[in-house]
């Protein structure tokens, strides 16, 4: 059965701390792995990744992804209160049809 | 529209009523999902719509659900006689196509009482 796993569920930081936020994966058919962003309704989409070892950087969030290895990771440098939300990670795999696996999220806290 | 577009955003209904609940894509996106996300739960894949392609309803929970979607623009998610564990946050989302990211409504909140 294909899963995606993210860890930690939880995070409470502190303004200007760096947090790493990671999400593993076990698929048949893997295309493309994706980061979302959930603050109170509409998941924003941030990255999609499809090769190994290229760097997806937007402003302080960047994020890789380890084909070998079957994971991501999601950066967020100097943080800041609005980066307080739910953190999604979605797999793209096909089997007949293309289906987005999403994990259960990370939930970050930024405190200031 | 700019984005997509769901309704109504919040929607009570007693156990055992019908609900429907409408999804209105970005234009020219071919794609359409409906996921399920409930307290503390990841999202939950129900039924995909791809341009003319049958729908992939592998996700659907039970029979109490079917979903349409008509003249491959808006779809309309149907319950039949509403559980109280179908209470959920029911997001849709639609994409240019296959492999390309979603874009997500804001959702409609079910609550069954």
């Known amino acids: 059965e294909d899963k995606v796993v993210q860890s930690p569920l939880s995070l409470v930081v502190h303004e200007g701390d760096t947090v790493t936020l990671n999400c593993s994966y076990e698929v048949t058919n893997f295309r493309s792995l994706l980061w979302y962003k959930q603050e109170k309704k509409a998941p924003t989409f941030l990255f999609m990744l499809t090769s190994s070892g290229i760097e997806k950087k937007s402003g302080r969030l960047s994020s890789i992804l380890d084909k070998k290895e079957l994971f991501s990771i999601l950066n967020i440098t100097a943080t800041q209160t609005g980066d307080s939300a739910i953190y999604l990670c979605?797999?793209?795999?096909?089997?007949?049809?293309?289906?987005?696996?999403f994990g259960t999220g990370t939930r970050l806290k930024v405190l200031a | 529209g700019a984005g997509v577009s769901q309704s109504p955003s919040n929607k009570v209904t007693e156990k055992g009523k019908d609900v429907e609940l409408r999804c209105d894509p970005i234009s020219g996106h071919t794609a359409l999902y409906w996921y399920r996300q409930s307290l503390g739960q990841g999202l939950e894949f129900l039924i995909y719509?791809?341009?003319?392609?049958?729908?992939?309803k592998s996700g659907l929970p039970s029979d109490r659900f079917s979903a349409e979607r008509t003249g491959g623009s808006v779809s309309t998610l149907t319950i039949q006689r509403t559980q109280q564990e179908d209470s959920a946050v029911y997001l849709c989302?639609?994409?240019?196509?296959?492999?390309?990211?979603?874009?997500f409504g804001n959702g409609t909140r079910l609550t069954v009482t």
């Open positions: 719509f791809q341009g003319n392609s049958a729908p992939d």
């Open positions: 989302a639609s994409s240019w196509g296959n492999n390309s990211p979603l874009h």
């Open positions: 979605a797999v793209v795999t096909t089997s007949g049809t293309y289906k987005y696996i």
